[in-house]
């Protein structure tokens, strides 16, 4: 294949344009000088992997060469594995056994590891890890397909426009943080990166200097962005933010909303998982007011439904179906032959449905929560929290329950403050969960249903307010 | 509890770190138990326990516990 061939996704339209592309605290690359980066990577790689379509685990963080590199793979049609580089090596080494890459990429640079050509789905394009920089989760699969058609139905209600500039302080390797890359790419606007925390000066000069026209964050952005009295800041530069990435809490989708209608901004409350490449739903802005809990309707070409649904307020188990739902999960190297896409995807979610059509989460069907926006399932913490108390001889009945940013490893009987304290330590290392996350609770009675099963709901509803 | 030791117990407690370990000289995100998420935790638990509403710049100029009992002074704490 000659350079002039490659396509580059996404940015074909205005691969020759010399607005700027990517920004970083120091460097800026136009399209044109962006497609040249990755048409020269990409013979560089072609020289180092010879195989057709390898299998690469790639490390990136939010820099203009880690786009360069994403890119790059992406023209030469390789399925990526996008791992956050700051995952631990654990992670990386559980991920390179199950799917026995073959090439490890990042900053640039191709590692070669071996010529096994792999056995792949011809629709399979990027692997997706579902925990984050936590472990190694199962990995969500998506085509070329699922990328374009998400990428076009957020374009069509998003007002982004080639004049924009978006800070992207999501990481890419997630896929919120990679949607906002992708349509902004597509759109021909600015994505600026910074290494700033939305707690140093240096941040709000980037928002003021550049000047940053669009963010999007998770719920625990926001709830910076409210400590630091955001919505007391004149920012005349930024014409809307969107939230996803978990329930923020509706006193805050209040306050950001009212200060968006103050100021002339539109705020986006959004709904998506990574199974559905990202967006699955929006609500829309002049809606936000008068329903801070709701997260709106299905994107365009999306179609929702409950299943399960139980009177009297009809709530059930959202289901999703679209262009943008994944071809399936992958966990070892072996599940990346053949996919058989669900026409439904079963969000695990619990909603209800109003009258104008606007859903709302009410819950989730499997025991999971998010900590700092990231999957935690309560019954894998609940099997390491049992393994810690086995692995010092500790007889107590004991199980795990948690809501979101906060989880509550419960336990019949007392031990020493010191105990507790070794306790906490042991999950904050297995889990990698930030200790202000984890609580212990002694001294719990842990009753049982018919079934014998733990009665997880009457401990909730008994901790809460409590812990 | 005298504002050094009520300061002392905030870092402590927000940060999740023994109060001796609460020294003039620590710094944000110097130690991985003060990172952005905790910062806004700290600056929480500040406002509660010295009930005070900081500004947005002294906030991000909260960046060492020394540099708190200065900005925490402009709001009337005294630090003996």
Request: glycine share 6%; charged share 20%.
């Amino acid at each position: 294949m000659s350079h002039a061939e490659l396509m580059i996704p996404f940015i074909e339209a205005h691969r020759y344009s010399e607005r700027v592309a990517l920004m970083d605290d120091t460097d800026s690359l136009t399209y044109r000088q962006l497609s040249e980066a990755v048409e020269r990577r990409a013979q560089n790689w072609q020289q180092i992997v010879a195989l057709h379509r390898p299998v690469v685990m790639m490390l990136i963080d939010n820099s203009i060469t880690s786009v360069v590199d994403y890119l790059t793979a992406l023209s030469l049609d390789y399925v990526v594995l996008l791992l956050n580089r700051e995952c631990t090596l654990a992670t990386r080494e559980q991920y390179a056994q199950a799917l026995t890459p073959n090439a490890v990429i990042g900053d640039g640079t191709v590692t070669f590891l071996h010529n096994d050509p792999p056995s792949t789905d011809a629709r399979l394009s990027l692997l997706l890890s579902t925990s984050g920089s936590t472990g190694a989760g199962k990995c969500v699969a998506l085509s070329q397909r699922n990328l374009t058609a998400n990428c076009d139905a957020i374009l069509a209600y998003l007002p982004i426009v080639a004049e924009d500039i978006t800070l992207a302080t999501l990481p890419l390797s997630y896929s919120y943080g990679l949607s906002v890359l992708h349509t902004h790419l597509k759109a021909g606007a600015t994505i600026c990166f910074t290494r700033h925390s939305v707690f140093d000066k240096a941040f709000w000069e980037v928002i003021k200097n550049r000047p940053v026209t669009s963010l999007a964050g998770v719920p625990s952005f926001y709830e910076m962005l409210l400590r630091l009295r955001f919505t007391r800041m004149t920012l005349p530069a930024l014409r809307y933010f969107t939230q996803a990435g978990g329930k923020l809490a509706e006193a805050h989708v209040t306050s950001l909303a009212e200060y968006a209608k103050q100021t002339d901004k539109a705020f986006f409350v959004m709904y998506g998982q990574t199974e559905a490449t990202a967006r699955m739903a929006y609500l829309a802005p002049h809606k936000v007011l008068q329903k801070p809990g709701a997260m709106g309707q299905a994107i365009a070409g999306g179609e929702f439904k409950l299943t399960g649904e139980n009177p009297p307020d009809g709530e059930g188990e959202l289901c999703y179906r679209g262009d943008n739902v994944m071809l399936g999960y992958v966990e070892k190297a072996a599940d990346l032959a053949a996919f058989t896409p669900p026409e439904w995807l079963a969000t695990g979610d619990l909603a209800v449905c109003d009258a104008d059509g606007d859903y709302t989460i009410t819950g989730r069907t499997k025991r999971m929560i998010k900590i700092a926006g990231e999957r935690v399932n309560l019954d894998v913490v609940e099997q390491a929290f049992l393994s810690i108390l086995a692995g010092q001889n500790l007889t107590l009945a004991a199980c795990v329950i948690g809501e979101d940013d906060k989880l509550i490893a419960v336990y019949s009987g007392e031990l020493s403050g010191e105990q507790n304290a070794q306790l906490t330590d042991q999950l904050v290392k297995t889990l990698a969960i930030p200790k202000r996350n984890i609580r212990l609770l002694a001294n719990v009675t842990i009753a049982l249903l018919d079934n014998g099963k733990i009665d997880y709901a009457s401990l909730a509803r008994q901790q809460k307010g409590v812990a | 509890m005298d504002t050094q030791q009520k300061l002392q117990q905030a870092f402590s407690d927000a940060l999740g770190i023994p109060p001796e370990k609460v020294i003039d000289g620590l710094t944000y995100n110097t130690i991985p138990e003060w990172d952005s998420t905790a910062h806004m935790v700290l600056i929480a638990e500040l406002e509660n326990v010295f009930d005070v509403m900081l500004d947005t710049d002294d906030i991000i100029d909260m960046s060492s516990v020394a540099q708190a009992k200065l900005i925490l002074q402009k709001y009337d704490v005294s630090f003996a």
